[in-house]
């Protein structure tokens, strides 16, 4: 089975920085990994499918890019509805989450 | 409004069975794959299966084979999950969730609000 790694477990960030989440598989995946916000008390939902590509009605804050074995979502300006926690999933053969990574608002 | 319906689920007993449903709104399920995802409570998500748009491709986590049955009837827009000798490790949020194709390994493009199962004695 693939397994998938998200760095780090938590960040701490303020409004308008600039974040960063990586998630690490432990084969390639190709371009075959989809990001996705749960916010506390709500299921998830599709932030970026094929590595970086945006869903529709998704804010242009949110950007994606990798391919292979690593994979960033990068946040370019936090805003405070940004609060939750971020997954990643491959869809290369079968499907498998990263641990998640909680944002916070400082 | 599209949108995915989970109901069914609730308390139980180990070694019982309990039946979920996932009823689809907007859109006609029969042309995408369906899957249940669950969340074990303060934990990350877990595929757990899949099937097909026409019932052909049925696949299951090794966590819930031969336990868990997922099966669709495209004519009643529903997905279900039959759950039998659950374990208390199966305790979650159980999520019906929408590929945007037919069938295959994609990403989940809708997701239902979940149902909680709780299984304690």
């Known amino acids: 089975d693939i397994r998938m790694t998200q760095s780090p477990s938590t960040l701490s960030a303020s409004v308008g920085d600039r974040v960063t989440i990586t998630c690490r598989a432990s084969?390639?995946?190709?371009?075959?990994l989809a990001w996705y916000q749960q916010k506390p008390g709500e299921a998830p939902k599709l932030l970026i499918y094929?590595?970086?590509k945006l869903k529709n009605g998704v804010p242009s804050r949110f950007s994606g890019s990798g391919s292979g074995t690593e994979f960033t979502l990068t946040i370019s300006s936090l805003q405070p509805d940004d609060l939750g926690t971020y997954y990643c999933?491959?869809?290369?053969?079968?499907?498998?989450f990263g641990q998640g990574t909680k944002v916070e608002i400082k | 409004e599209v949108q995915l319906v989970e109901s069914g689920g609730g308390l139980v007993q180990p070694g019982r069975s309990l039946r979920l449903s996932c009823a689809a709104s907007?859109?006609?399920?029969?042309?995408?794959?369906l899957n249940w995802v669950r969340q074990r409570p303060g934990r990350g998500l877990e595929w757990v299966a899949h099937?097909?748009?026409?019932?052909?491709?049925?696949v299951y986590a090794d966590s819930v084979k031969g336990r868990f049955t997922i099966s669709r009837d495209n004519a009643k827009n529903s997905m279900y999950l039959q759950m039998n000798s659950l374990r208390p490790e199966d305790t979650a949020f159980y999520y019906c969730t929408k590929d945007p194709v037919g069938t295959g390994d994609w990403y989940f493009d809708l997701w239902g609000r979940g149902t909680l199962v709780s299984v304690s004695s």
């Open positions: 999933q491959h869809y290369s053969n079968y499907r498998t």
């Open positions: 099937i097909s748009w026409n019932s052909n491709a049925i």
């Open positions: 907007g859109f006609n399920i029969d042309q995408y794959g």
């Open positions: 094929e590595a970086s």
């Open positions: 084969q390639s995946v190709s371009k075959w």
